[in-house]
């Protein structure tokens, strides 16, 4: 890792902390299961600013970066089950469909194993029921 890189995600890092102070000082101290209580869905348009463009300016765009969480989440499996679920609420809101983020969550077998894609699609299925989203 370059000390260039290195001081970008410092700083990343850093704006992404002051965020969560700032939107919600008890997520300071948050337990994982109680994530989706505490921090609410961000419009589509504030996460394509922060996460679109603001840290990666000539990048991905909010989607997806979205998609590409949701990846890693599943690969992670159950221990990121809360992460998860705000993350494909997050996808939706930034107008990935159904579809795609099953897709990702399907690519990922080959990488997570069954287990956590059939858990990661589970995950995905009870946030599509809740936001009753028909995409």
Request: net charge negative; proline share 4%; no cysteine.
């Amino acid at each position: 890792m370059t000390e260039e890189f290195q001081k970008l995600f410092a700083q990343m890092m850093e704006q992404g902390q002051q965020m969560a102070r700032a939107f919600n000082p008890a997520s300071e101290t948050f337990k994982a299961p109680g994530f989706d209580k505490i921090w609410p869905t961000m419009p589509a348009d504030m996460m394509e600013m922060w996460f679109g463009k603001t840290f990666n300016r000539e990048g991905l765009d909010a989607k997806t970066r979205l998609l590409v969480t949701i990846a890693a989440l599943t690969v992670l499996g159950a221990q990121g089950e809360p992460q998860l679920a705000l993350t494909i609420r997050h996808a939706l809101e930034a107008k990935a469909t159904k579809r795609e983020i099953a897709e990702v969550i399907y690519q990922m077998s080959m990488f997570g194993g069954l287990p956590a894609m059939t858990k990661a699609l589970e995950v995905a299925q009870k946030v599509f029921d809740e936001t009753g989203d028909s995409a």
